[in-house]
T-cell receptor, first 114, second 118 residues
Framework: AQSVTQLDSQVPVFEEAPVELRCNYS??????LFWYVQYPNQGLQLLLK??????LVKGINGFEAEFNKSQTSFHLRKPSVHISDTAEYFC????????????FGTGTRLLVSP | DGGITQSPKYLFRKEGQNVTLSCEQN?????MYWYRQDPGQGLRLIYY???????QKGDIAEGYSVSREKKESFPLTVTSAQKNPTAFYLC?????????????????FGSGTQLSVL
């Protein structure tokens, strides 16, 4: 079964600084990878996804992530964060064989301060 | 506008009481899901349904029940057997797997229901 690890529970950063949120996964088969964002008291929105093809994936709000198969990682990056990026970010993995459930990591809270 | 509607936004349960959380979608999605979110634990799958009149247990189904009588609706009942029900509950839906599109892997989420125990 697949699993996801987000080692950082919280990442504080100053406005306009770059940020990287780490995600590692485990699976015995090929996977699809996702990053979702959750603003306070709301549901989740898809930021970006990797299904196949180019390993560098660009998403909404200036975020991007790179799929690294050898390191089983899918880290999320943004070159310059805004206050409005303060939210909880979830990495998720899904095996690409039939109907498989989406498995979420424990989340990383990004705190952007002025 | 298409989307997923969860109600109520806040719900309180008395000890020994069953409560039902509503989830309605008008996206014409076949698959629907219920997740439970606890601080520091991410999202855990309670139940999911791939098609009307069919549903499967997720990782933490004990103390919960669901029904899928209509494509648009997937209500979740938190029974008295669930001893620690306080959590944020999220409903989601997705396109059917037979749809030949990359977008069939995306989940659409509702805005959630916060359940607390009185």
């Amino acid at each position: 079964a697949q699993s996801v690890t987000q080692l950082d529970s919280q990442v504080p950063v100053f406005e306009e600084a770059p940020v990287e949120l780490r995600c590692n996964y485990s699976s015995s088969v090929s996977v699809y990878l996702f990053w979702y964002v959750q603003y306070p008291n709301q549901g989740l929105q898809l930021l970006l996804k990797y299904l196949s093809g180019s390993t560098l994936v660009k998403g909404i709000n200036g975020f991007e992530a790179e799929f690294n198969k050898s390191q089983t990682s899918f880290h999320l990056r943004k070159p310059s964060v805004h206050i409005s990026d303060t939210a909880e970010y979830f990495c998720a993995v899904k095996e690409n064989t039939g109907f498989q459930k989406l498995v979420f990591g424990t989340g990383t809270r990004l705190l952007v301060s002025p | 506008d298409g989307g997923i509607t969860q109600s109520p936004k806040y719900l309180f349960r008395k000890e020994g009481q069953n409560v039902t959380l509503s989830c309605e979608q008008n996206l014409n999605h076949d698959a629907m899901y219920w997740y439970r979110q606890d601080p520091g634990q991410g999202l855990r799958l309670i139940y999911y349904s791939q098609i009307v009149n069919d549903f499967q247990k997720g990782d933490i189904a004990e103390g919960y029940s669901v029904s899928r009588e209509k494509k648009e609706s997937f209500p979740l009942t938190v029974t008295s057997a669930q001893k620690n029900p306080t959590a944020f509950y999220l409903c989601a839906s997705s396109y059917p797997l037979v749809r030949p599109s990359a977008t069939n892997e995306k989940l659409f989420f509702g805005s959630g229901t916060q359940l607390s125990v009185l």
